[in-house]
């Protein structure tokens, strides 16, 4: 049974199916949001409270559209809102990479040696960037999310989340040489 | 991983718990349809209050003839800052912000980069303010109204006050010419036709000269004023359908 239909038989009233949807996702939220938040703390309370909102929401779901992003898309408000609460990022009102278009270049598959560096560089630096690159690189290297996913899930012009990662990858690159400064010899 | 799914079973157990005790329920169909409504309206309503006074900023500098400073040089451009409802200019701005930001609670509003939203919005606030103040003649009508004291409170807060005094330092504005003699003009304010004085010419500057005008010609007038005279530092002719 595919999320969709799951989706599909709770917005009828099947309730318990419900269950199926809280099994599938737990895991990939709390890890999205350990990734994005890098605090663990009240992380479990969030999760909880996004398949809370999940539920209530459900009927506003378009069962012919994924699901996957949908709730993520739930998920990244209530980080958003968690890391408000953290007081560790100032709430800007323009984004200045959604200002203009960008480009997409979208990388087909990337490389799995490519993924794998990225992921172990993202295991021991993805702390010291700043949320908004945090995110991406999670949803994309980690959760295997599209560019027009994460677009509809961030909220923000799919050129702007090409850039962004390709931002964060840079970050992400200079981070890890200088913590390993043999690396990049 | 026993503890991943015991954690899990206790998530999952705790939310259907909530959900089959009723203290966790679905919103209702129409609640989203009534929100995406109000969403709607509500984007409509400040596109069109932001045009209106878009519409209004634009007669307030035609019903003034406040564009005839432009013509007068650096001073006048000086006097036409001075003349700019920045309130009103502040107010337009803020409403297209807010406009931005509901906008972007849709699919083609946050898809689209801000930059090019932003300049939609200008676009058509500015063209559809332009079109209802220069193609149409509500702006005049709610005029006249406003001087018959027949329109009601907020609208006659706007036309009421839409004829300003220049700013301090900064002429006369619009006036009837009297007479012409020896290069002065005796004017009356159309404010105020009780009030008679005179204008006195600079030497030989293009901007404020006597040359084309003659008795009964409606002008606009820029300059120093006393109690019965003004220095001009320009005059400017005005066409037919500014003479009100």
Request: with cysteine.
């Amino acid at each position: 049974m595919t999320d969709e239909d799951a989706a599909r038989l709770v917005q009828k009233g099947d309730r318990e199916r419900f269950g199926i949807l809280v099994e599938r996702y737990e895991e990939k939220l709390l890890r999205y949001g350990r990734k994005f938040l890098s605090r663990s703390e009240d992380i479990e309370d969030i999760v909880q409270e996004v398949f809370m909102s999940c539920y209530q929401n459900l009927q506003s779901f378009d069962t012919t559209q994924k699901f996957s992003p949908w709730i993520y898309r739930i998920a990244h408000n209530a980080f958003v809102n968690g890391l408000r609460k953290q007081k560790r990022s100032p709430l800007v009102f323009v984004d200045f990479d959604a200002l203009l278009a960008h480009p997409v270049y979208e990388d087909p598959v990337p490389l799995e040696r490519e993924q794998t560096e990225v992921k172990k560089m993202i295991e021991k630096c993805l702390d010291t960037l700043s949320p908004k690159y945090r995110e991406v690189l999670a949803l994309y290297y980690l959760e295997e999310l599209s560019y027009k996913e994460i677009s509809d899930i961030i909220q923000v012009p799919t050129g702007t989340v090409g850039i962004r990662i390709k931002r964060a990858k840079e970050a992400l690159k200079t981070a890890y040489e200088e913590l390993n400064p043999d690396h990049g010899a | 991983m026993e503890h991943n799914q015991e954690h899990g079973t206790n998530m999952k157990d705790a939310i259907l718990r909530k959900i089959n005790a009723k203290e966790l329920s679905m919103h209702p169909r129409y609640y989203f349809a009534l929100r995406v409504a109000a969403l709607v309206a509500v984007s409509i309503g400040v596109l069109l209050v932001s045009v209106f006074i878009c519409n209004f900023l634009l007669f307030s500098i035609r019903v003034n003839s406040a564009d005839s400073y432009l013509y007068f040089g650096p001073r006048g451009w000086g006097a036409f800052l001075s003349f700019f409802p920045w309130d009103l200019f502040t107010i337009d701005v803020l409403l297209v912000g807010t406009l931005l930001w509901l906008l972007r609670q849709f699919k083609f509003g946050y898809k689209s980069p801000m930059l090019y939203i932003v300049l939609g919005l200008i676009l058509i606030t500015v063209a559809a303010g332009a079109f209802l103040d220069r193609a149409t003649d509500i702006n005049d009508r709610a005029l006249r109204a406003a001087d018959d004291d027949r329109l009601p409170g907020l609208l006659d807060m706007f036309y009421g006050t839409a004829r300003r005094m220049p700013p301090p330092g900064h002429g006369v504005c619009k006036c009837v010419i009297v007479s012409i003699q020896n290069g002065m003009l005796t004017l009356v304010d159309l404010r105020d036709a009780s009030t008679t004085f005179t204008a006195v010419m600079p030497q030989d500057d293009p901007r404020a000269t006597t040359s084309g005008l003659e008795p009964g010609d409606v002008i606009f007038v820029a300059g120093d004023r006393g109690s019965t005279t003004v220095h001009a530092f320009g005059i400017r002719k005005l066409p037919e359908e500014e003479t009100w």
